[in-house]
């Protein structure tokens, strides 16, 4: 069965600094990762997608990488901005595709101090 | 991009009643998906909703305690009975026209005293 994990459970940074957030899965044999946003009270926004085929995903600040040998995927954010400050969740979709959803990560609380 | 609009948005209930979720989409998607986030946890799924048909349950999950229906391509439920503090978690409907991408309701906070 897949797991996700994701390091650190939290962070706490200066404004400015750029950080990289990082996602681990069991089974490589995947369709796609996707990187999510959550805020309080919120649903949750889709960030990045990656298909497993591909090696990273550009978006303004935002950069997602993903080693799908190695079971590995990193969220770098830069210039961080207190706007950042959010829950970020990692996702894996199987190759069984959406029939199966997706399995999450517990999330990285990310806070950025202005 | 569908918009997605999940009533309640929060709701404190007591120990023993049931709780009606509804997920309304602004446009057909052929998958429909019902997550819960217990305290500190990750999403988990609970139950595919298929239209016209029984939902399909996840391990762990049953459909005495979380009936489902889905009526049309665009509106889904998804009951929490008998409800427990164990039940205290917010609940996500998901929709999307492809495997790929899917989109995620606001979400419903639900406390069981």
């Known amino acids: 069965k897949q797991e996700v994990t994701q390091i650190p459970a939290a962070l706490s940074v200066p404004e400015g600094e750029n950080l990289v957030l990082n996602c681990s899965f069991t089974d490589s044999a995947i369709y796609n990762l996707q990187w999510f946003r959550q805020d309080p009270g919120k649903g949750l926004t889709s960030l990045l997608l990656i298909q497993s085929s591909q090696r990273e995903q550009t978006s303004g600040r935002l950069n997602a990488s993903l080693d799908k040998s190695s079971g590995r995927s990193t969220l770098y954010i830069a210039a961080s901005q207190p706007g950042d400050s959010a829950t970020y969740l990692c996702?894996?979709?199987?190759?069984?595709?959406?029939?199966?959803?997706?399995?999450f990560g517990k999330g990285t609380h990310l806070i950025i101090q202005p | 991009s569908a918009v997605i609009s999940q009533k309640p948005s929060r709701d404190i209930c007591q120990r023993g009643t049931s709780l009606t979720i509804q997920c309304q989409v602004d446009?057909?998607?052929?998958?429909m998906f019902w997550y819960r986030q217990q305290p500190g946890q990750s999403l988990t799924l609970i139950a595919t909703?298929?239209?016209?048909?029984?939902?399909?349950?996840e391990s762990g999950f049953v459909i005495d305690k979380f009936p489902i229906s889905r009526p049309n391509l665009t509106f889904s439920t998804l009951t929490v009975s008998n409800m427990s503090p164990e039940d205290s978690s917010i609940y996500l409907c998901?929709?999307?026209?492809?495997?790929?991408?899917?989109?995620f309701g606001s979400g419903t906070q639900l406390s069981v005293l």
């Open positions: 996702a894996v979709l199987g190759n069984g595709g959406g029939a199966d959803g997706l399995t």
């Open positions: 998901s929709v999307g026209t492809s495997h790929e991408k899917l989109f």
């Open positions: 909703a298929n239209q016209g048909s029984e939902a399909t349950y």
């Open positions: 446009s057909q998607v052929t998958m």
